[in-house]
C-alpha cells in the first residue's frame, strides 16, 4: 500500500518566492556554453504566460554563431555612430563575449488595446524564460537597448519591423559574478483603498 505525505503549501510557497527573488540581471559570463535544449525548454515553459484571447503574440529568435558575430558588429556600427570608436570597441567586446542572445518578438496589432496586451504577454512570457533559465542556474540580462530598435537589426534577424516589434534581446550564460539586490518595503508601494 502506497502512503502519500501531506505536502505543505507554506513551504511550496516560500520556495517559489526564494526563486522569484533570487534571479538576478547578469552582466558579465563565464565562457562555458549552455546546452540549447535548455533555452527550447524554456521557450516551453515561457509560452504559458497569460495572454488575452490566447493571441500568443510572440516568437522567439535564437543566435547562432553568425547572427551573433554580425550583431556585434551591428552594436560596433551604431556606438560608433551614436558616440565614439573606444566606445565602440568597448561595447562590442563586451557584446562578444556574450554566449547565448534571444531576441523576443511581439507580433503588430493596429488595435491599440490588443498590442498593449500582447505586448504585455510577452514581457510575462521573457519573466518565465528568466525565471526558468535562472532554476537552471544560467544568468540573463533583458535588454532593450538601442539595438533593439535599429531597423537594421531588425533586416540582420530577418524580421518584418510591420508584422512585429522587438520586445527584448536577452542576454544568457553562466554568471561570472551574481550581484546583490534589494527592492523598497511594501508599504511604499502597495495602496489599500476601502
Request: aromatic share 8%; net charge positive; with cysteine.
Amino acid at each position: 500500500m502506497k502512503t502519500s505525505v501531506a505536502k505543505d503549501p507554506k513551504q511550496d510557497l516560500r520556495r517559489l518566492a526564494e526563486r522569484i527573488r533570487g534571479r538576478r540581471t547578469i552582466k558579465l559570463f563565464l565562457q562555458t556554453p549552455v546546452d540549447r535544449q535548455v533555452i527550447i525548454d524554456g521557450i516551453e515553459v515561457a509560452r504559458w504566460a497569460p495572454n488575452h484571447h490566447l493571441t500568443e503574440p510572440w516568437h522567439f529568435y535564437l543566435l547562432g554563431k553568425k547572427a551573433m558575430k554580425a550583431n556585434v558588429d551591428l552594436i560596433r556600427q551604431i556606438t560608433t555612430e551614436k558616440h565614439d570608436a573606444n566606445k565602440a570597441d568597448f561595447k562590442a567586446k563586451a557584446a562578444q563575449d556574450i554566449p547565448g542572445w534571444l531576441v523576443l518578438t511581439c507580433k503588430r496589432s493596429d488595435d491599440e488595446v490588443l498590442q498593449r496586451e500582447d505586448y504585455a504577454s510577452c514581457c510575462c512570457a521573457m519573466q518565465n524564460l528568466m525565471l526558468y533559465l535562472s532554476e537552471a542556474g544560467i544568468g540573463s540580462k533583458w535588454a532593450t537597448s538601442a539595438i533593439a530598435e535599429d531597423k537594421r537589426f531588425y533586416k540582420l534577424l530577418g524580421i518584418d519591423q510591420e508584422q512585429e516589434l522587438i520586445v527584448g534581446v536577452l542576454r544568457y550564460g553562466y554568471s561570472k559574478i551574481t550581484p546583490t539586490q534589494s527592492r523598497k518595503e511594501t508599504s511604499e508601494i502597495i495602496t489599500e483603498l476601502d
